[in-house]
């Protein structure tokens, strides 16, 4: 920073910062894929700042042992290539980036910039191949403005020093007054120009792809979604603001909606473990859609049709659904490396599962059947239970009496249906929502009803559930999400702070219907906070790169020509008068078409008023002299003189051997440089004789 | 007369490799697929546009006339004058490189900065190897700017011609063919010179330079003084060039030059006679830049008449 302080920055400089910061910026492009290595990640900045301070002292010292190191490196990164062990971008990227910091400390003349920039470059590239993420579309922005302060001080330090010497130079380089804040900010402009240039470029490209080497992108899963649950936890649940789930539903809810009351089924855990939860063991099956149970009197909706982006490191190989009874889950668009080859498969419990777990993130669409059960309908089915079942009637052996009491009190001679709405009832309305975790009880859900009285999600569903269960109604704890925020983007977020857990029941010939006691309002997570804000925004962010930048392809491409064509025809049609708003838009057209005839008018002015300023440094007799020389150089160029671009009026009457020739040239180079008078007259009479004389010849 | 809107595009080496690069890349992207790729190609792409627009705004408008020296002589340098001017209401150009096409002298002159409506001048050295008519014919302006990566030239007519005087040898020791005396010789007339020739009453309005201060301080009234007319001695340098042509034609018209600075120098009036034409007695600078021109231009004239001498005056000829 000392550098900018007070007095400016010199252009060599400026020349040599700005080189350092392209390569920071290609640096980043690769250091945002994750996959460089921590040694890289230190050594290329330690490197950078230590070359910008010492990198002069070790010019061309020490040459041999850099050649070494360079050398060893690349036999290293080949045989890791050649034995399968390393991929060929990433060896290629770390070679780059030793190179790169090979060229940062060794950098002085014309040759050792360019080698620099170019090496930027391929780190560019690089990156370009080994991440997707918004962070390179950054470090890309960064570049595109850093390489232009590059290029352009570099080509404006080596013309100096090549068109005035380096004796000539020194004084010029070292000048503060050519690298102004004024010249990086006109650079940083053209720079603009150039992203505005690369957009258009990059939407009209067409995307006719081959489709050979290409590399699936790579990435590491950092959670999911367990098949466990503890409720003996300490401290408090904080929100997480991370999106998990990116969500478009077909229909949307009702307009202007911004959260959804949703619940995103992702496990269900029949398990009692005596702390909390977990799976029942089961084998995983080709996933099957059994026709929905008729649970409603009313007609039966549309199904919804939940698009749904599982992102990377959260869904861990579950299929999460919405609210209803599923009637298929198909994968879309964009597919992973893998994606024509995923597989969808089902437990016992239900639960989607798809294989191989995609590390990526995943798009799938769920088709739901949306009828809110009737408890009219779900009442008098009896409790005849299929064996199957057991497990979802365990009761552990040394449940609190307490338990039992409650059960049979919320209970008693009730039908299942309405007992689970009592049962349901009671917790939502007597028991309060807390997100301080209770620490670790001997038996958490009876310290949660009869001494606390209050806990999160996961306490009300298990109590639930065991009350459900001691009254012999088959009930079981579910886990997924609860909500979704509606963002800019255009798709519903779901973020890790909306864990939910909430309780299915079973009844017979209707199946496993779900119910929630946790208060409602109390539901899923209140990420209201400015980084609650801003991490949606980024994730809005992301799925605004990776969907027009990322996934553009030919698809969307004719897409947006498409669109294109009916925006132009949809305007044509209303300028015809056929559509809604033809005036309007008619006088919006006029009023546009009217600016730009201005400005073209005005532009035209400027001209003529320039030309006529320019037209006034020369006098009459002057211009009329010009003028002259002109059409008598045509006259002779039409007689077969040869006339060159250098050949002078003087040389011209010379090769003409005519009188007339060399009289025109004298009044022509006494008017023109010698402030004598010439008339109109006496320049035709001129041209005449000219003509005459030529004639004659 | 070369259009206005003519311009040369031509790729500097580093343009070369970045073109190379940019297709590379463009292959990569269609081979993968990759969109990133297809992002990184749209910016090299867009910096080739953008690039070719800069250097056509720092083209546009700027004009450029030479200057040259008064004389030049083959063998000594001499300094020629690139005056840019840029007429742009508020457009600067940047780095322009001013240089000389097609005539028969190559030089060039490098601006970094050349900021709207003003004016800079570049210079080149010239040292021309041989004497006589040195043409040019167009000026280029040329720009890198601003990544170096295409260079665009604009030419503009400029035709010009430079007499280049022949090369400064030592005189060769030689002696009149006729009887000459050496210095001036004084005329008795009343006329310019040193030598006192009468006094005389001064005049009102006389240059006070003109008064004799002891005459006139012994008569007690100012006395001028009248100066005795001189003659200058008259030699003609006689090169007859009718056998003489390459270096031998070159070694005499560099010994006839020589002959005729130093007689100039020594105050003498000196014609020049040659085969064919010849130049009147005279002196001052004009006249030998005249005698000097005329050996400039001297060619082999084989057929041509023996050189004619001024009458009345000491004769040197110039010899290989």
Redesign the interface.
């Known amino acids: 920073m000392k550098l900018f302080a007070g007095k400016g920055v010199s252009l060599l400089q400026a020349q040599q910062l700005a080189g350092s910061l392209a390569a920071l910026s290609a640096f980043a492009a690769c250091a945002v894929s994750e996959e460089l290595g921590l040694a890289l990640l230190i050594l290329f900045p330690a490197a950078l700042i230590g070359a910008h301070y010492w990198g002069g002292r070790f010019y061309e010292k020490a040459q041999w042992a850099w050649t070494v190191l360079v050398v060893f490196a690349f036999l290293v990164f080949a045989a890791q290539v050649l034995a399968g062990q390393l991929d060929i971008v990433l060896a290629a990227a770390r070679f780059a980036l030793l190179l790169c910091i090979h060229r940062l400390w060794h950098r002085r003349n014309q040759r050792d910039e360019?080698l620099l920039l170019?090496l930027c470059?391929l780190l560019?590239?690089a990156?370009?191949?080994l991440s997707?993420q918004l962070l390179?579309g950054f470090a890309?922005l960064a570049f595109?403005v850093t390489a232009?302060w590059a290029?352009?001080f570099?080509?404006?330090r080596?013309?100096?020093e090549s068109?005035?010497g380096p004796a000539g130079s020194a004084a010029?380089l070292q000048s503060r007054r050519?690298a102004t804040p004024a010249l990086l900010a006109g650079?940083g402009g053209?720079s603009l120009?150039?992203?505005?240039?690369?957009?258009?470029?990059?939407f009209t490209?067409p995307?006719?792809?081959?489709?050979?080497?290409?590399?699936p992108s790579r990435g590491v899963p950092v959670a999911g979604l367990g098949d466990r649950i503890d409720l003996s936890g300490h401290g408090t649940i904080a929100d997480d603001p991370r999106v998990v789930l990116r969500v478009r539903l077909d229909p949307p809810p009702d307009a202007g909606r911004k959260s959804l009351t949703e619940h995103w089924r992702a496990r269900a855990l029949s398990v009692w473990t005596g702390l909390g939860w977990r799976a029942l063991e089961s084998g995983l099956a080709p996933a099957r859609f059994p026709p929905p149970p008729k649970l409603s009197k009313a007609r039966r909706q549309p199904p919804l049709v939940a698009d749904i982006e599982a992102v990377a490191g959260f869904s861990e190989g579950v299929i999460l659904t919405p609210e209803g009874w599923p009637l298929a889950v198909s994968f879309g668009r964009p597919l992973s490396a893998r994606g024509s080859a995923l597989r969808l498969y089902r437990d016992a419990a239900g639960d989607f599962f798809y294989q191989p777990v995609e590390v990526g993130d995943l798009r799938y669409t769920v088709v739901a059947e949306r009828t809110t059960p009737e408890l009219d309908l779900l009442r008098g089915r009896g409790e005849k239970y299929p064996p199957w079942l057991a497990a979802d009637l365990a009761v552990p052996a040394d449940l609190d009496p307490r338990l039992r009491d409650l059960s049979r009190r919320l209970t008693a001679e009730k039908d299942p249906a309405d007992a689970a709405t009592a049962v349901e009832r009671y917790l939502s309305s007597t028991l309060q929502y807390s997100r301080e975790l209770a620490g670790e009880q001997k038996d958490p859900i009876a310290h949660f009803l009869f001494e606390r009285r209050k806990g999160h999600c996961e306490l009300f569903s298990s109590a639930m559930v065991l009350l459900l269960r001691t009254a012999g109604i088959p009930a079981r704890n579910v886990t997924g999400y609860y909500g979704g925020e509606w963002t800019d983007a255009g798709y519903y977020a779901v973020r890790a702070g909306d864990a939910h857990s909430w309780v299915e029941v079973y009844f017979p010939r209707a199946g496993w219907v779900l119910f929630d006691p946790t208060p409602a309002a109390e539901r899923g997570s209140r990420q209201e906070g400015l980084w609650a804000r801003a991490v949606l925004a980024w994730d809005a962010l992301q799925q605004k790169w990776r969907a027009f930048?990322?996934?553009?392809?030919l698809l969307a491409q004719a897409q947006m020509v498409k669109q294109i064509g009916s925006m132009l025809s949809e305007a044509g049609r209303r300028l015809s008068g056929k559509g809604a708003g033809a005036a309007q838009l008619r006088l919006v057209l006029g009023g546009l078409v009217a600016l730009v005839v201005a400005a073209l008018l005005g532009f035209a002015l400027r001209r003529v008023r320039?030309g006529g300023r320019?037209g006034a440094m020369l006098g009459i007799d002057e211009r009329r002299a010009l003028q002259l020389w002109?059409r008598a150089?045509r006259r002779l160029s039409r007689a077969g003189i040869e006339l060159?671009?250098?050949?002078?009026p003087q040389e011209a009457a010379e090769r003409a051997r005519v009188a007339a020739a060399h009289e025109l040239v004298a009044a022509y180079s006494a008017a023109r440089w010698g402030g004598a008078r010439l008339s109109a007259e006496q320049a035709r009479a001129l041209l005449r004789g000219l003509d005459r004389a030529l004639a004659g010849a | 007369m070369t259009p206005d809107w003519k311009r040369r595009l031509t790729f500097t080496r580093v343009g070369r490799w970045y073109t190379g690069l940019t297709i590379g890349i463009g292959l990569a992207a269609i081979n993968t697929g990759n969109n990133l790729l297809f992002l990184v190609l749209g910016l090299l792409l867009a910096s080739i546009a953008v690039s070719g627009i800069l250097s056509e705004q720092s083209l546009k408008g700027v004009r450029v006339e030479r200057r040259l020296p008064s004389g030049a002589t083959a063998g000594e340098p001499a300094l020629i004058g690139l005056l840019a001017r840029n007429t742009k209401p508020r457009a600067p150009s940047f780095s322009l490189e001013l240089r000389e096409r097609g005539g028969d002298v190559e030089g060039r002159g490098f601006l970094v900065l050349l900021p709207a409506q003003q004016a800079a001048e570049a210079a080149y050295r010239f040292v021309p190897e041989r004497r006589g008519v040195h043409r040019f014919e167009q000026l280029e302006v040329a720009t890198r700017a601003p990544f170096g990566l295409f260079e665009k030239s604009r030419p503009l007519d400029a035709p010009a011609e430079l007499i280049v005087f022949p090369r400064r040898v030592a005189p060769p020791q030689l002696q009149a063919r006729s009887s000459a005396r050496d210095g001036e010789r004084p005329e008795d007339r009343i006329g310019v010179g040193y030598e006192m020739h009468s006094l005389r009453d001064h005049r009102a309005g006389e240059d006070a330079r003109t008064i004799h201060w002891k005459s006139s301080a012994r008569a007690g009234r100012l006395i001028g003084v009248d100066r005795e007319q001189e003659h200058r001695r008259r030699v003609c340098v006689l090169l007859d060039h009718r056998r003489l042509s390459g270096a031998m034609l070159e070694s005499a018209v560099e010994k006839a030059a020589a002959l005729v600075e130093r007689e100039m120098d020594a105050g003498a009036e000196v014609s020049l006679a040659l085969c064919g034409e010849g130049l009147a007695s005279g002196s001052g600078e004009a006249h030998l830049r005249a005698a000097l021109t005329m050996l400039a231009l001297v060619q082999p004239a084989p057929r041509g008449p023996a050189p004619a001498p001024e009458s009345g005056a000491a004769v040197l000829e110039a010899s290989p």
């Open positions: 360019l170019l470059l560019l590239c990156g370009a191949a997707a390179f890309f595109s232009t290029m352009a570099t080509h404006l080596f013309e100096i068109g005035r010029l050519i650079l053209l120009l150039g992203l505005v240039g690369s957009a258009l470029i990059f490209f995307r006719v792809t081959i489709g050979g080497l290409r590399r930048i990322v996934d553009y392809d320039l320019r002109r150089r060159g671009p250098a050949t002078t």
